[in-house]
């Protein structure tokens, strides 16, 4: 996925900094709220809950904020929405298959924030089940490079069930089964490596790449997903290579 979270990656150090910002911390401290309210406060039994604090903390969520959303989320105190979980399914520009997961209070307005999103930028809807398949569930941890080779990230995450480690340029993806993603952070703790996030992801299984039109295309349609309050996350699967990359950056 070279291009995808190479882009992936880049974003999410340029959205500490965007005017975004105050939209990213709302998404984090959601995902806490759902994680706690779906298993317990206690961070020790809830790795769910443990992967989305250590991700606000990140971005530098206020703790305050973050102890708040977990309290409401395990129903300690007031205020914390129902939110469900809704996946949507479609198609962007150059036929780029795109799953967009929704986090929400609201199904309808969710629904029509993807809608306008996806018809004003050249996407299509597509029926439940005709995307997903393109897809499958995994475990990524994005661990920045500083001075790690790819053979120290892989010594410390083989036994605990990786599968392999790609080398995104300024960090390292590891990819294993959704299952194993706790015993691989965890491996990666004991063996004292820093992580910048790790969630369990859908990741495509075949991939179409884009020029620089197909590029700044597939990037603004997902820009819009994303600044819907419900987005939660978009997965599509593009690549782009890094010399389409400097291009689009430029």
């Not at 924030?113 to 299509?124: E, I, L």
């Not at 993806?173 to 790790?198: H, M, N």
């Not at 969630?199 to 991939?207: E, G, K, L, S």
Request: one cysteine or more.
């Amino acid at each position: 996925m070279s291009g995808h979270s190479k882009w992936a990656t880049t974003k999410h150090k340029k959205a500490v900094i965007d005017a975004k910002r105050g939209k990213l911390f709302a998404k984090l401290i959601k995902n806490i709220e759902v994680a706690a309210r779906m298993g317990g406060a206690d961070v020790d039994g809830n790795p769910t809950l443990y992967d989305a604090i250590q991700k606000a903390k990140k971005q530098s969520v206020p703790n305050k904020n973050i102890d708040s959303a977990v309290k409401r989320g395990a129903g300690l105190e007031a205020g914390g929405a129902n939110y469900e979980t809704i996946m949507y399914e479609g198609y962007g520009p150059n036929g780029v298959a795109v799953l967009i997961e929704c986090l929400t209070d609201n199904r309808n307005r969710a629904a029509s924030d993807v809608r306008v999103a996806m018809t004003r930028n050249g996407g299509s809807m597509a029926d439940p089940g005709s995307v997903s398949y393109l897809f499958n569930r995994k475990g990524v941890v994005i661990v920045p490079k500083g001075d790690l080779s790819e053979d120290d990230v892989l010594g410390a995450v083989l036994d605990a069930g990786a599968e392999e480690v790609n080398d995104l340029g300024e960090s390292f993806e590891v990819l294993s089964e959704a299952t194993d993603l706790v015993a691989v952070r965890t491996a990666l703790q004991e063996s004292g490596i820093d992580y910048d996030s790790a969630d369990a992801n859908f990741v495509p299984t075949m991939q179409v790449e884009l020029d620089e039109e197909g590029a700044r295309k597939i990037f603004k349609l997902i820009d819009a997903l994303e600044d819907s309050d419900d987005v939660q996350n978009v997965f599509a699967n593009f690549d782009v290579s890094d010399e389409v990359m400097e291009k689009v950056d430029a």
